[in-house]
């Protein structure tokens, strides 16, 4: 069974700090995404990968970026974390043509 | 944005009841799809409908696609209380887009 794991269930940072939001697939997946989920909003991408050290950017890449120096592990970067990023984080892996794995997520608050 | 919609963005039932939840969405698909989440949790994978088909089961699940309109649906038959989640339809096809979800209670 594919197991996707996020470093933190729940992250406290204040502004101005750089924020690293880790996430690691066992399932030897090419893509993996990041999605910002807000009440309302559904979820919205942020950032996908679909090779190591290849990274295109979703809907809403402002404010963030990625990492993708292996295939297991995605990392998302707040460069400057602002309290309008304060959300849930869901990092998700996939193996075309198959549905995407998720996650349990990262509750972030900026503070 | 291409993100889809879905409809009634909160729906609440007694058990034993089904609940039908439509989604729309945007652009041209391979395949649909819909997710499960449970509060504070993850997305979790319920079933694929592909462009060519119109209609899947999965147990108490059924799901239609109508591809002239842009349209699905997810039925749950006999609904119980651990069907109380959020549903999230998910479009795919250049790109992957969820849609914004619908918020299931389903009352003892």
């Known amino acids: 069974d594919v197991k996707v794991t996020q470093s933190s269930r729940y992250l406290v940072k204040r502004t101005g700090e750089k924020v690293f939001l880790e996430c690691v697939q066992d399932?030897?997946?090419?893509?993996m995404f990041w999605y910002r989920q807000d009440p309302g909003l559904g979820l919205r991408l942020i950032y996908f990968?679909?090779?190591?050290?290849?990274?295109e950017k979703g809907d809403i890449p402002e404010g963030y970026s990625v990492s993708r120096e292996k295939k297991e592990r995605f990392s998302l970067i707040l460069e400057s974390a602002s309290t309008n990023q304060t959300s849930m984080y869901l990092c998700a892996s996939r193996k075309e043509p198959q549905p995407q794995h998720f996650g349990d997520g990262t509750r972030l608050s900026i503070l | 944005s291409q993100q889809g919609e879905e409809d009634p963005q909160a729906l609440s039932i007694q058990e034993g009841e089904n609940a039908t939840m439509n989604c729309s969405y945007k652009t041209s698909i391979n395949n649909l799809q819909w997710y499960r989440q449970n509060s504070g949790r993850g997305l979790v994978h319920l079933i694929l409908i592909r462009s060519n088909e119109r209609e899947k089961h999965s147990g108490r699940l059924r799901v239609t696609l109508d591809t002239s309109k842009k349209s699905s649906s997810l039925l749950i038959t006999a609904s119980r209380a651990a069907d109380t989640a959020s549903y999230f339809c998910a479009q795919d096809g250049n790109q992957f887009y969820f849609g914004t979800g619908t918020s299931l209670t389903v009352i003892p």
């Open positions: 990968s679909y090779d190591v050290k290849m990274k």
């Open positions: 399932m030897d997946h090419e893509n």
